[in-house]
């Protein structure tokens, strides 16, 4: 399995609070991404990252921000969460071939 | 632009049976990638094949066979002899950057299998 893991696994959270993801690899991939996953629309592309310092956004970026100083490590955050982030958010890593995807992070916004 | 239909949204089949899992894409690029993932009950997602646009050759692995055709943009999987450990959400994707190898996700199929 790829050395992909997410911070925290579950949380909830209230609206208009800020709160941050963490994907941290141990691959040393260039490439990150983050995803949400929504029923009845599979996996979207929130932002993603081509280096340190380097990201840039996907399909659903409104609300989001994201931050990636070390290789490792790709943050994503809601600066003020809404019902409407309420989901499951997916770090992956690419070898240039292949996503590889975390384990998943369950967010509830009430 | 670029879409991945998933039109089966839930499949149940009886433990044994073979099943077809169906994915159109739409692209206009000539080079693409397409994949299938795998997310079981517990929520991971699992890469199960990759496969270029220039390789249309069919692929087995164990019980799993994947059809690629260009000419209908399909590129469907089947399970032979199901199992109930099949039981997942199945998602196909494409891409179509390789720069930035951004996935496009189709909405997925959920497979039941009953013993």
């Known amino acids: 399995d790829a050395g992909i893991t997410q911070s925290p696994r579950h949380k909830v959270t209230e609206t208009g609070t800020p709160v941050t993801l963490r994907c941290h690899q141990t691959?040393?991939?260039?490439?990150m991404y983050w995803y949400r996953q929504d029923p009845g629309h599979g996996l979207r592309l929130i932002h993603y990252?081509?280096?340190?310092?380097?990201?840039d956004k996907g399909e659903v970026s409104d609300g989001y921000s994201v931050s990636r100083s070390k290789t490792e490590d790709f943050l994503l955050t809601l600066e003020s969460a809404t019902s409407s982030q309420t989901s499951v958010y997916f770090c992956a890593i690419s070898d240039r071939e292949t996503q590889y995807f975390g384990p998943g992070t369950r967010l509830l916004v009430l | 632009a670029q879409k991945v239909t998933q039109a089966q949204t839930e499949i149940s089949v009886v433990e044994k049976e073979d099943v077809t899992l169906d994915c159109v894409y739409e692209?206009?690029?000539?080079?693409?990638?397409l994949f299938w993932y795998k997310q079981p009950p517990s929520g991971e997602l699992v890469f199960l094949i990759r496969?270029?646009?220039?390789?249309?050759q069919n692929e087995i692995s164990g019980r799993y066979s994947w059809n690629f055709q260009k000419s209908t943009s399909s590129f469907n999987f089947t399970i032979t002899a199901s199992q109930v450990v099949d039981s997942a959400v199945y998602f196909c994707a494409l891409i179509v950057s390789y720069n930035t190898d951004k996935l496009i996700f189709g909405t997925g199929t959920r497979l039941q299998v009953f013993p």
């Open positions: 691959e040393n991939h260039r490439y």
């Open positions: 990252s081509y280096g340190v310092k380097d990201t």
């Open positions: 496969r270029n646009s220039f390789d249309e």
């Open positions: 692209t206009r690029d000539t080079t693409y990638y």
